[in-house]
């Protein structure tokens, strides 16, 4: 008959334990010091069913750590994880989306992890410079669009130009000049032009010289 013993005090050792398996050579000798002594090994012995749940949830938490540790994109010692059966809950913080989503996957690979409660938050600080990227991202965009239309309206208006053959791209205020050209002092004067325009960074001239 399987001795039943529930108390937090032996479940936690259990824990330990299934935690320690997780951890290379470190976690070997500390396997060694918990399940060598013989209280314990009589323990392990008798394992009750809750036991060894117990056990395995432990297990699968500390692989689920040792993961996030060995992780460089990911600071592990911000984030809490538990496990019931099947079931992953991560709680701690992130500094942004896309470390959150790290974390859940990185769990999810673990073996007997089917589901995962992500309750990680993305701390206030990097989510303002998150914020504040996509505002500078937007803004950015909007300056890149405004050049390039303003330099396809200097182009056509040049009577030494043939604008209507020339692409317009800008990228981070460098303007990007694609197309066809009749000579090479057309191809000039157009990057000219661009060059002299304001919040134009830089020209890359791309024109070709028909024929």
Known sequence: MHRQFGTDSHLHVIKRIALAVCVGVASTAAIHTYAEEPA?????????QDTKRYFNNGLREGKIETALLFNENLNSFTIDVEVTDSKAMLRGNVSNGVEKELAEEIALSVAGIEEVDNLLLISEDAK?????????????????????????????????VDGVDINVDTNENVVTLDGEVKTEAEKDLAEQLVKNMDSVRSVENLLKVAG
């Not at 314990?40 to 009750?48: H, P, V, W």
């Not at 991202?137 to 200097?154: G, N, P, R, Y």
């Open 40 to 48: 314990i090994q009589q323990k392990i012995e008798a394992m009750s």
């Open 128 to 160: 303002a410079e998150e914020e504040k990227k996509e505002g500078d991202s937007f803004l950015a965009a909007v300056e890149d669009a405004t050049i390039t239309a303003k330099v396809k309206m200097k182009l056509l208006a040049n009577e030494f």
